[in-house]
């Protein structure tokens, strides 16, 4: 069916007071971004709904990446027919019958931007329902959480017609809750944590440490693809590459055992808070699990936070590791977050980490080492590239990814 329009509704933007207008205009320019593989179209913003008018443009791919815009309730294909009952009739039975299925249910709903039109509202539901039932035996009417809600809006330039209600991402436009910094590894739960995030509306910057020759290419790769998958989120993503080599071979010649992770965490996050401070962000965002390894504790989260007053805000804190997993194989991270590529979390990790690091201890071993002249190597080597949707970073072919999981 030649769909004319998508109307998309919005999702708790509805309660944002004075502030919708912002939302609104945050969701038309994220809109604007997902949709921009598709010259044709025009979206124009309204109070209550965005109109998506495709000009030929084909629906199926344009509602696939609408789908990934946060911030939208539902959205339907619609079709536009002329201000003729009888065309209406037509259609609504044409758009019944693609959908029918035995012993489903139906009910119109009528909206009525011109109310001068020869029918109003409860007339067009009756009219539509008799000449519905008698095409369509097979459908009965159910006004209540009916199977198929045929929307009917009756606008000056024509009547427009809708039979699906497809579910929107939902959240908050990205961008509409400010910057954040969020510290991606090669894991499960940093990507889950990201994305959550972007679903309130968090616009994301990536800060990944990386150790060559400790970690390999490969990881670094990793950390990309991985950012990439959660790109359609965004439009697109800032990926931050900081150097952690030097830091990591410091902290491994000078600090007792126990405290090589604590000390290791604590300049990563100092570092971050810096480039968060460059970068002009609110927060730093991270895929830590309350008590899921020795790092998240409430005792050595506590003493890696030390060293900042940023907030620091854990999307994941409370999920158990099915509940995440589940959220990574929804957004199509899981695979490439399992693969073997070590990143700098595991490297030099000791075999009895401090799961309640005392924390002048902490401070103490901290100062065997040149915190800030370190800090400063590493912000200085530095490298930030855009990563966008459909980007590819990993040469390996799908069988020897395979072959790796």
Do not use: W
């Amino acid at each position: 069916m030649q769909y004319t329009e998508i109307m998309v509704r919005y999702g708790e933007l509805s309660t944002k007071g004075k502030n919708r207008r912002d939302f609104i205009n945050r969701l038309f320019g994220n809109t604007m971004k997902a949709l921009q593989a598709f010259p044709a179209l025009q979206i124009h913003a309204k109070r209550d709904r965005l109109h998506i008018i495709l000009n030929g443009e084909d629906s199926q791919a344009v509602m696939a990446k609408l789908g990934l815009v946060f911030g939208i309730q539902n959205y339907s294909p619609t079709i536009r027919v002329e201000r003729d009952m009888n065309a209406v009739r037509q259609m609504a039975i044409a758009m019944l019958k693609e959908q029918v299925q035995p012993g489903a249910t139906f009910k119109v709903n009528t909206r009525r931007a011109d109310h001068n039109f020869e029918m109003d509202t409860n007339e067009i539901n009756a009219d539509l329902g008799d000449v519905i039932l008698n095409a369509i035996p097979e459908l009965t009417v159910k006004m209540h959480k009916p199977d198929i809600t045929l929307r009917v809006e009756v606008r000056l330039d024509g009547i427009y017609l809708s039979s699906q209600t497809i579910l929107g991402a939902g959240g908050l436009p990205v961008g509409t809750a400010g910057r954040g910094m969020l510290m991606l590894s090669g894991g499960i739960d940093s990507p889950v944590a990201g994305y959550l995030a972007m679903k309130r509306g968090v616009d994301l910057q990536m800060v990944h440490f990386f150790s060559p020759p400790y970690t390999s290419e490969k990881a670094l790769a990793k950390a990309k693809e991985l950012t990439a998958k959660i790109a359609p989120y965004a439009g697109s993503i800032q990926f931050i590459e900081v150097p952690f080599t030097k830091i990591q071979e410091e902290i491994k010649n000078k600090v007792p055992e126990g405290y090589l992770m604590t000390i290791q965490r604590r300049m990563m996050l100092r570092i971050t808070d810096k480039i968060r401070e460059m970068h002009h962000g609110l927060a730093i965002f991270n895929g830590e699990s309350l008590g899921q390894v020795a790092s998240q504790t409430m005792q050595s989260m506590a003493a890696i936070n030390d060293v900042t007053t940023t907030p620091i805000l854990r999307p994941v804190i409370s999920m158990d590791k099915n509940e995440i997993i589940k959220i990574a194989e929804d957004i199509d991270t899981f695979d490439l977050s399992v693969m073997p590529f070590e990143d700098c979390c595991t490297i030099f990790a000791p075999p009895a980490p401090k799961t309640h690091p005392n924390m002048e201890k902490t401070r103490n071993y901290e100062k065997l080492i040149d915190v800030e002249g370190l800090m400063a190597d590493s912000i200085a080597g530095i490298k930030t590239s855009e990563i966008r949707p459909d980007q590819h970073f990993l040469e390996q072919d799908q069988a020897e990814i395979a072959d790796l999981l």
